[in-house]
């Protein structure tokens, strides 16, 4: 397997890693500058050259993800017999330094509803390195000529059309995706926030709307849907920035979409 493809494995299978390059090379050493090897929480992939080099590498590699580190870090490497390493002597005769570089799981984020607020969202959103859940019961808002507009997104991308119901999806989506709830219909909105809080995996979860419509929905919840107050809370309506008041599809998204980075920025997951 080549290092893009494990990389790419481990992202899609929501895993942290490290991808591990050999630098920089002096004199004579088992791989040549840009070897690359790639580590999991239980495998690893590609080589840098084996021995100590490799072996110490990928001990430090799962150091930083059980950290949770985000920062890149380098090693260095003297290959000679008088040198004490951990894992045997490499006696190549030159240096080696290494970069480990963290790959922590992407954030995820779920768009309920692709009307005009959310397809404005959904193109802001695609610029970052993120997972972008697409879900609508409308088919003809999830068309390839409608999305198209994505087509270069930094993103992954997944469409969800959902006809009869879309909470649904909710179940299946990654662990600590953040829920924005804006579809066409008062009812959908409803029964996403019900689900939402029936569904103990999720990140954050925000509801467009006006207070009384987020009125109407609190009471139902507490009464039909039997949720108590620190449970409803969790729903944060309205979403966006307060001091940002413009109402066209685009100011909207624009101000949704900093105020889910801002929470990216303090530490949500």
């Not at 090379?25 to 580590?39: C, F, M, T």
């Not at 084996?50 to 993800?65: F, K, P, Q, Y």
């Not at 569904?199 to 509801?207: A, E, I, N, R």
Request: aromatic residues 2%; proline residues 4%; charged residues 25%.
């Amino acid at each position: 397997m080549t290092w893009i493809a494990a990389v790419t494995r481990l992202r899609e299978r929501r895993e942290p890693g490290v991808l591990v390059t050999v630098a920089t090379v002096r004199g004579h050493a088992p791989r040549e500058a840009g070897a690359k090897l790639v580590v999991g929480e239980r495998g690893a992939w590609g080589s840098i050259g084996g021995g100590n080099v490799e072996a110490v590498s990928i001990d430090r590699a799962r150091e930083l993800i059980a950290a949770r580190a985000a920062e890149p870090e380098l090693m260095d490497f003297a290959l000679n017999d008088k040198v004490t390493n951990r894992h045997g002597v490499q006696c190549c005769g030159g240096t080696v330094q290494v970069l480990l570089e963290p790959l922590p799981v992407v954030r995820a984020v779920a768009v309920f509803g692709v009307g005009h607020v959310g397809l404005e969202l959904a193109r802001i959103l695609a610029r970052q390195d993120i997972d972008l859940h697409l879900i609508d019961s409308r088919a003809d808002l999830l068309g390839e000529e409608r999305l198209g507009v994505l087509a270069d997104s930094v993103a992954q991308v997944r469409v969800h059309h959902t006809p009869l119901l879309p909470e649904e999806v909710l179940a299946q989506l990654p662990h600590g995706t953040h829920v924005l709830i804006m579809t066409h219909d008062h009812a959908e909105d409803a029964a996403l926030c019900d689900a939402a809080l029936r569904t103990g995996h999720l990140g954050s979860v925000g509801l467009i709307g006006s207070a009384a419509k987020w009125a109407r929905f609190r009471k139902r919840l507490s009464t039909e849907g039997g949720h108590d107050d620190a449970a409803i809370d969790r729903i944060k309506t309205p979403i966006g920035l307060a001091d940002i008041g413009g109402k066209d599809p685009a100011t909207i998204a624009v101000s949704v979409a900093a105020d889910l980075l801002r929470t990216f920025e303090a530490g949500g997951d």
